[in-house]
T-cell receptor
Framework: DVKVTQSSRYLVKRTGEKVFLECVQD?????MFWYRQDPGLGLRLIYFSYDVKMKEKGDIPEGYSVSREKKERFSLILESASTNQTSMYLC????WGTGFTYEQYFGPGTRLTVT | DAKTTQPNSMESNEEEPVHLPCNHSTISGTDYIHWYRQLPSQGPEYVIHGLTSNVNNRMASLAIAEDRKSSTLILHRATLRDAAVYYCILSGNNDMRFGAGTRLTVKP
């Protein structure tokens, strides 16, 4: 089974802190994605990556950056956390060539609270 | 961007079929239709997807209207474990658009 793991299930940070959310997948997938999920808004794509060191902006990249130094790991960085970034963050992966066309495998999510 | 419209909630009885509707009247010719579901405290789980033809897999069936402006996810025999939020999603070349989903309640 594909496994996507996220470094924390719950995280509390203060406004202005730099926050790292880590995601690791164990199926050698080329594509990785970061979403945030908010009540009434569904999931929204923040960034995605088709390969190591490659990144593409999603619908809401402002305030975020990403890093993909290794194929299995995709990090989401909040350079200076703000309260409006309080949300559930979900990581996903999919095999090469499928991108958004076929199945994505999601991690359990990290619920981030910024105070 | 094309969007999807789903009912906020639906109820079903256990072991009965469930038909979850989705409208996507502005779908483009290359958009795929996906269904994912999300159980409490978990990430979304893939259910099924299709482009033009109806699709079946071990979890569900997907019926796509001939004009592709709507689709229906069919759970053939609902179980209590099928209680979840079901998302109808359109995907293009570089994006995947989630709606608010339908919360399915299954009554024993």
């Amino acid at each position: 089974d594909v496994k996507v793991t996220q470094s924390s299930r719950y995280l509390v940070k203060r406004t202005g802190e730099k926050v790292f959310l880590e995601c690791v997948q164990d199926m050698d997938h080329e594509n990785m994605f970061w979403y945030r999920q908010d009540p009434g808004l569904g999931l929204r794509l923040i960034y995605f990556s088709y390969d190591v060191k490659m990144k593409e902006k999603g619908d809401i990249p402002e305030g975020y950056s990403v890093s993909r130094e290794k194929k299995e790991r995709f990090s989401l960085i909040l350079e200076s956390a703000s309260t409006n970034q309080t949300s559930m963050y979900l990581c996903a992966s999919s095999p090469w060539g499928t991108g958004f066309t076929y199945e994505q495998y999601f991690g359990p999510g990290t619920r981030l609270t910024v105070t | 961007d094309a969007k999807t419209t789903q009912p906020n909630s639906m109820e079903s009885n256990e072991e009965e079929p469930v038909h979850l509707p989705c409208n996507h009247s502005t779908i483009s010719g290359t958009d795929y239709i996906h269904w994912y579901r999300q159980l409490p405290s978990q990430g979304p789980e893939y259910v099924i997807h299709g482009l033009t033809s109806n699709v079946n897999n071990r979890m569900a069936s997907l019926a796509i209207a001939e004009d592709r402006k709507s689709s229906t996810l069919i759970l053939h025999r609902a179980t209590l474990r099928d209680a979840a939020v079901y998302y109808c999603i359109l995907s293009g070349n570089n994006d995947m658009r989630f709606g608010a989903g339908t919360r399915l309640t299954v009554k024993p």
